[in-house]
């Protein structure tokens, strides 16, 4: 199947911890997101990379660094993990000719205790 | 600033009615305006977009319009179904530096009874 795919779909974890979350895409898209969805549901990007090049860097912890070994993968790994790290963490790509439509993976539900 | 405002944020209707959801944004330099459902437990998943060159759209039951003077746009559902139910969330893209970046609003759950 053509998706973006997610692993894990769950994890969870104590604070302090550090963890890494997957990402790979195999629509041909030359770009990747990260998204947070809080318990408000409120969606907002964190990073953006266009062809493995940081594009978005929005006011994020620096805990948080993504990595994009190819345009086809982007990996969040979160250092020192805290309570407020809760949320769903959606990737998504879309294609550099045709920026604007987005596809969403399944998310990744992080749970920090 | 970049700021998509949503409203409402729950929205209850009866199977067969429409519901019509509204945003606006404050970025004058927006000029892409996508819908996504998300249903629950699931991802989010475009459902209609619209471009600011064009003040209309619609695909079967749904449609959107947009004003760009007011710098608002709104989903028009029809004839309102259970599987409609979920949360909807419009989004303004902002181009930045060739690439563009989605601000979101907070999103409507709608909840259509049978």
């Known amino acids: 199947d053509t998706a973006v795919s997610q692993t894990p779909k769950y994890l969870v974890t104590q604070m302090g911890n550090d963890k890494s979350i997957k990402c790979e895409q195999n629509?041909?898209?030359?770009?990747m997101y990260w998204y947070k969805q809080d318990s408000k549901k409120f969606l907002k990007i964190m990073f953006s990379y266009n062809n493995k090049e940081l594009i978005i860097n929005e006011t994020v912890p620096n805990r948080f660094s993504p990595k994009s070994p190819d345009k086809a993968h982007l990996n969040l790994h979160i250092n020192s993990l805290e309570l407020g790290d809760s949320a769903v963490y959606f990737c998504?790509?879309?294609?550099?000719?045709?920026?604007?439509?987005?596809?969403f993976g399944p998310g990744t539900r992080l749970t920090v205790t | 600033g970049e700021n998509v405002e949503q409203h409402p944020s729950t929205l209850s209707v009866q199977e067969g009615d429409s519901a019509v959801i509204k945003c606006t944004y404050s970025?004058?330099?927006?000029?892409?305006f996508p819908w996504y459902k998300q249903e629950l437990g699931k991802r989010p998943q475009l459902i209609i977009d619209i471009r600011s060159n064009v003040g209309e759209k619609k695909d079967q039951r749904i449609a959107v319009t947009l004003n760009k003077t007011a710098k608002h746009f709104s989903l028009h559902i029809t004839e309102t179904q259970p599987e409609d139910s979920a949360v909807y969330f419009c989004?303004?893209?902002?181009?930045?530096?060739?690439?563009?970046?989605?601000?979101f609003g907070a999103g409507t759950r709608l909840a259509v009874h049978p």
């Open positions: 989004a303004a893209s902002r181009p930045s530096g060739g690439y563009n970046k989605l601000i």
């Open positions: 998504a790509s879309s294609h550099q000719v045709n920026p604007y439509e987005q596809y």
């Open positions: 629509l041909g898209h030359d770009t």
């Open positions: 970025d004058s330099a927006s000029n892409y």
